[in-house]
């Protein structure tokens, strides 16, 4: 569980929440008509843009950004620093056993395709082509956030719009006059909530999650092809350490 995730949600929420009870109370901020129009008109527009199959992962592109297993850059370079030692001293089908260690399949298939012996370009070539392939997926998820971020704020306007018309329309008729009033003020409220308190927030997360990803990824390549190319353990070491910020370096050989 992502904890900063939890607690940014829950101040978020609870505050607004506390601060709509320290008023005129929650009742006054429901209204069916402008829920149909911002959520409904939100998400048909989501639905207008993205590939219907794409829309339904929105579930589990949310989850992500709460359930989120984080590696250790510098736990994965002591790693493969062990498999370069584990070549040189051995040769490098020493690592077919390795295989068994690693849990992560980017990095098992790296290494098998090492041990077959593929050429270093073929096994680059490879690599590079799946993460880049798997910044496309996370781009695609972080875009359907960033859709609703835009469209909800948006369709909040329309609604607002079809309110001041409403009321526009009925001048003569106080009692007609709130209930249009508050068509035209929710439905800008309630776009709101749902792109500062939803889904930017939550793009912005999956951008940060993706970023790290993407950063063990090129680390993972940079040693296979280190290790492939028979390098001494302690280069090895010092170009993946390159990849950290120095507060984050360690070093096997101090």
Same mark, same amino acid.
């Given at each position: 569980?992502?904890?900063?995730?939890?607690?940014?949600?829950?101040?978020?929420? #609870?505050? #607004?929440?506390?601060?709509? *009870?320290?008023?005129?109370?929650?009742? #006054?901020?429901?209204?069916?008509?402008?829920?149909?129009?911002?959520?409904?008109?939100?998400?048909?527009?989501?639905?207008? %843009?993205?590939?219907? %199959?794409?829309?339904? %992962?929105?579930?589990?592109?949310?989850?992500?950004?709460?359930?989120?297993?984080?590696?250790?850059?510098?736990?994965?370079?002591?790693? =493969?620093?062990?498999? $370069?030692?584990?070549?040189?001293?051995?040769?490098? =089908?020493?690592?077919?056993?390795?295989? %068994?260690?690693?849990?992560?399949?980017?990095?098992?298939?790296?290494?098998?395709?090492?041990?077959?012996?593929?050429?270093?370009?073929?096994?680059?070539?490879?690599?590079?082509?799946? *993460?880049?392939?798997?910044?496309?997926?996370?781009?695609?998820?972080?875009?359907?956030?960033?859709?609703?971020?835009?469209?909800?704020?948006?369709?909040?306007?329309?609604?607002?719009?079809?309110?001041?018309?409403?009321? *526009?329309?009925?001048?003569?008729?106080?009692?007609?006059?709130?209930?249009?009033?508050?068509?035209? =003020?929710?439905?800008?409220?309630?776009? $709101?909530?749902? $792109?500062? *308190?939803?889904?930017?927030?939550?793009?912005?997360?999956?951008?940060?999650?993706? $970023?790290?990803?993407?950063?063990?990824?090129?680390?993972?390549?940079?040693?296979?092809?280190?290790?492939?190319?028979?390098?001494?353990?302690?280069? #090895?070491?010092?170009?993946?350490?390159?990849?950290?910020?120095?507060?984050?370096?360690?070093?096997?050989?101090?």
């Amino acid at each position: 569980m992502d904890i900063a995730t939890l607690i940014g949600i829950v101040l978020a929420y #609870v505050l #607004v929440f506390i601060s709509l *009870l320290m008023g005129p109370g929650v009742g #006054v901020y429901i209204d069916i008509p402008s829920v149909l129009i911002v959520i409904g008109g939100t998400f048909g527009i989501i639905f207008m %843009n993205y590939p219907m %199959n794409k829309v339904f %992962n929105i579930i589990a592109i949310v989850m992500k950004t709460f359930l989120f297993k984080a590696e250790d850059p510098a736990k994965l370079i002591e790693q =493969l620093v062990n498999f $370069a030692v584990r070549a040189r001293r051995d040769g490098i =089908l020493a690592l077919e056993s390795a295989e %068994n260690e690693i849990s992560d399949e980017f990095l098992k298939k790296g290494i098998r395709l090492a041990v077959d012996g593929t050429e270093p370009e073929v096994i680059k070539s490879i690599l590079e082509t799946e *993460l880049s392939y798997m910044e496309e997926r996370h781009k695609e998820g972080v875009g359907i956030l960033e859709s609703i971020a835009g469209f909800a704020p948006a369709m909040g306007m329309i609604g607002t719009l079809i309110g001041l018309v409403a009321m *526009l329309q009925t001048m003569s008729d106080p009692s007609s006059i709130g209930p249009a009033m508050a068509v035209a =003020l929710l439905t800008t409220f309630y776009g $709101a909530i749902i $792109a500062n *308190l939803f889904a930017s927030p939550l793009a912005g997360k999956l951008k940060t999650r993706s $970023a790290e990803e993407i950063l063990l990824r090129e680390i993972m390549i940079a040693g296979i092809m280190a290790i492939q190319a028979g390098d001494n353990p302690r280069i #090895v070491e010092q170009k993946l350490n390159a990849y950290l910020p120095p507060k984050m370096r360690k070093s096997q050989f101090e």
